[in-house]
């Protein structure tokens, strides 16, 4: 359940917009003249609710939103007439709901029977049996009236004098003031005459008093529900400045539920971080500008270089300042899309315990550094290869339990799942303590599919690799969990389409480590920029296998092919970039030039270029957004000078070479 | 024939506005030619661009416009005129066409010419010298004449094509 909670977290958020939406729509019902949209509208609310509440296994909203929504599907049909009491009825069922949800926010138990008696009246109405008569609807409808008369503003003064304890019990009163200014407007002030000199001051007491005057819409129930947890831990006085109207029934019903709720447990309250939801394109304008103001603050530094010691001090401190506060600038902005790994993770436990369950396995997954924080697209495109990885170490990697226990291990097997950062990389660990790759098997396989030559002998470490050649399976059962061949190979085809690299080492018998390591942000590549020509141009580093300057007699002319170069014993395909781009002016003879082998899919491919400029990481930009695509160009970059460089799309040269192969043989 | 048409559409927005239209106005080797005002951008001059490979004579590859990557074409090289031998005091005028921004390499910028729908005159047909199709409208004040351009015209793809084979 806890891993759980961050999405509970996002459902509890929407479900309070979604029921303050429905509650809008309700109350803009106009009776005599129902527009379908509008009942369509709350329809859709309840039914959200319900569809997320079925997730988290949150049964009695789920039940209650299940009849709310046979009703609203109902009148929407135009069986039941929307009456007045009906649209009361519905408004009392958005704050049972809404109460509903809060308890689940708080992670405590509902109270048997809560809201039962509304959900009859429901499920009666629904039925079209004309609730009308039926005495408690009359006195519903005068509820819902009076709940919503009480609208108008109250000002009430609130005395909290925590004890010195109150700390102590791990209560903070910072987040109850935060609390009681979700009511509504406040007014705090602190006493601290109580606070003592310092060399008899506890730093573990809570000395600090409050007097707080709030102006809120709501009943006292809510705000002495915000001191709920300290109630015993503080002098509290809640005074209205006029006479408070009397509470009806149904409120004072929720209330004593409400307290029974709390009394039943009084866990922390659960933390409401707060947040606004932001429309990507936004953060990206501001990531786009923090660029360009990269850029010209490098100009400007440049500038000062120029100037001797001493001269324009003002200005050279100035722009000092400048370059450190541009530099935390970008850090904050691109910190903005980042976010815990924890979503991709938590979702991993339960597919543990299912596969396990399965295969009749016990299995321990254990995972740490869930914290870690990678930008939102990696982690969107992060789920699928990571699950697919887990379920081939339960399914692969850990034996069932005779087998362990046969080879003097603990019965039940352990996955670690673990996320770090790296050199400005995340780093995410997948180990178990299971057979580990039998080599021999895997040799074998590989050569009776012809996956590799069937007189190679690979390296160890080679040979664990070959799991993620495509079309590899050596599981001896083809199970319906994986085995299917469509494994290991698509998990690193999805990491390299994340800049990432995946690789696994294995001690047989003892267990496997897979280790992928993947860019903090898909905004970002780590780039070799090479020169062609007058060009330059930036080639991915995750593609560069090497860089060779090849003897003259190591390139090869084949008859209506592309050159070939000889790595090795390798034959690898020659790409002239600058054949291909039609640069002028560039080295076309190899061994004058370099050669940068690159590897894309299984293909590798030397690109000849005239001389490598350095390394760099540089922020992707699409071309495309405003020119039409370039075939061998995947986007391109703003280098530290200000101006475009493009960098190359390795899978593209290869058909952009193919073509330019066929056109000369032609 | 789809060029009339075309043209005759074109007639018809301008002449629906009625109101008066303000137009840039630029020269690009002594003609003077003419965009809608509310299509432009910026002007900027010319800085060196990043040439894309394999890419039409006339695109002159690309430039950084704060964070945004700006296609460049020449409009001489787009005219048959030869390449612009570009230099600082020449001027790339950003335009927005569609959902794109692009920019279009010229001379100088002259003027900002204001033109009711009556000023406005249609291209003149029949001229099978030149592709005409990405011209909107003419414009004849006193000694001047202004031709009026349809950018979207001048550099998507599919009217290029067209014009290529007019060319040929």
Known sequence: ?666 | MADNFDRGLDKENIVQKNATQQFLTFTVGGEEYGVDIMTVREIKGWTETTRLPNSQEFMRGVMNLRGLIIPIFDLRTRFHQGMTEATAKHVVIILAIGDRNIGILVDAVSDILEANADQIKAAPEGDTQVDTDYISGLISIEERMVVLLNVEHLFEAHHIEKAMAQAA
């Open chain 1, 1 to 666: 359940m806890v891993s759980l909670d961050q999405f509970k977290q996002t459902y509890i958020t929407e479900c309070f917009e979604l029921l303050v939406d429905m509650e809008a729509y309700l109350l803009a019902l106009d009776i005599d003249a129902v527009d379908t949209e509008q009942l369509n509208a709350i329809f859709r609310c309840a039914h959200s609710i319900k569809g997320g509440a079925g997730a988290f296994g949150l049964d009695a909203i789920m039940n209650f939103t299940h009849v709310l929504e046979a009703l609203l599907d109902s009148m929407r049909e135009k069986k039941v007439k929307p009456s007045r009491v009906a649209v009361d009825m519905l408004l009392k069922s958005v704050d049972v709901v809404t109460q509903m949800v809060r308890v689940a926010q708080d992670n405590v138990a509902l109270p048997d029977g809560f809201g039962h008696e509304l959900l009859e009246q429901l499920k009666g109405l629904a039925a079209g049996s004309g609730i009308e008569s039926a005495p408690i609807s009359g006195n519903s409808s005068d509820e819902g009236k009076e709940s919503k008369e009480n609208i108008e503003q109250q000002r009430w003064h609130i005395n909290f004098a925590p004890h010195e304890t109150l700390l102590a019990t791990g209560n903070e009163p910072m987040l109850i003031l935060r609390e009681l200014e979700r009511l509504g407007t406040v007014e705090v002030m602190a006493f601290t005459h109580r606070v003592p000199v310092l060399e008899e001051l506890n730093p573990t007491c809570c000395y600090i008093g409050w007097s707080i005057v709030l102006n809120t819409d709501k009943l006292e129930d809510n705000i002495r529900e915000v001191f709920e947890f300290v109630a015993d831990h503080c002098d509290l006085t809640i005074v209205m400045e006029e006479a408070k109207p009397p509470e009806d029934e149904f409120v004072a019903d929720v209330r004593s539920n409400n307290i029974k709720i709390v009394a039943d447990d009084n866990p922390a309250r659960s933390t409401q971080s707060s947040s606004i939801r932001v429309d990507l394109e936004k953060v990206d304008r501001l990531v786009n500008m923090i660029g360009e103001l990269v850029i010209t603050e490098a100009m400007l530094k440049a500038q000062t270089r120029e100037f001797t010691e001493g001269q324009f001090s003002d200005l050279m401190r100035g722009v000092s300042e400048l370059s450190q506060h541009t530099r935390e600038l970008q850090e904050a902005v691109m910190a903005v899309r980042m976010q815990p790994v924890k979503s991709i993770f938590s979702r991993m436990p339960r597919i543990v315990r299912d596969i396990s369950a399965q295969l009749g396995k016990e299995i321990r997954l254990v995972t740490s550094g869930e914290n870690t924080e990678v930008d939102k697209t990696v982690i969107e495109q992060l789920g699928d290869p990571l699950t697919h990885m887990i379920r081939n170490s339960v399914d692969h990697g850990i034996e069932s339990p005779q087998v362990r226990i046969a080879k003097g291990k603990p019965e039940e097997g352990t996955i670690h799942l673990s996320a770090s950062h790296r050199g400005g990389r995340i780093i995410i660990e997948i180990r178990d303590d299971g057979a580990g790759i039998n080599r021999a098997k895997v040799l074998a396989k590989a050569r009776e599919k012809g996956l590799i030559a069937a007189d190679s002998m690979p390296s160890d470490e080679e040979c664990d690799n070959l799991i993620f050649l495509p079309g590899f399976s050596t599981a001896d059962v083809v199970s319906n969990i994986s085995g299917r061949g469509v494994g290991m190979d698509v998990v690193r085809r999805n990491i390299q389409g994340l800049g990432g690299i995946v690789q696994v080492t294995t001690n047989p018998g003892k267990g496997s480590l897979f280790t992928v390591s993947l860019p903090l942000t898909l905004a970002i590549l780590d780039g070799m920029i090479v020169r062609v020509g007058a060009e330059n141009y930036i080639i991915p580093i995750t593609n560069i296998i090497e860089t060779l300057r090849p003897k003259s007699d190591h390139v090869k002319r084949v008859e209506g092919h592309n050159d070939v170069i000889n790595v090795r014993g390798d034959f690898v395909t020659v790409v002239y970039l600058h054949r291909i781009f039609n640069v002028t002016e560039a080295e076309s003879d190899p061994s004058k030039a370099l050669i940068v082998l690159v590897e894309s899919g299984q293909k590798k491919m030397g690109l000849v270029v005239d001389e490598l400029i350095g390394q760099q990481q540089v922020v992707i930009k699409s071309l495309e957004s405003n020119s039409d695509p370039v075939a061998g160009v995947s986007g391109a970059t703003i280098l530290g000078d200000g101006r475009v460089s493009l960098i190359l799309d390795i899978d593209g040269l290869k058909s952009l070479c193919h073509g330019h192969a066929e056109l000369e043989a032609a």
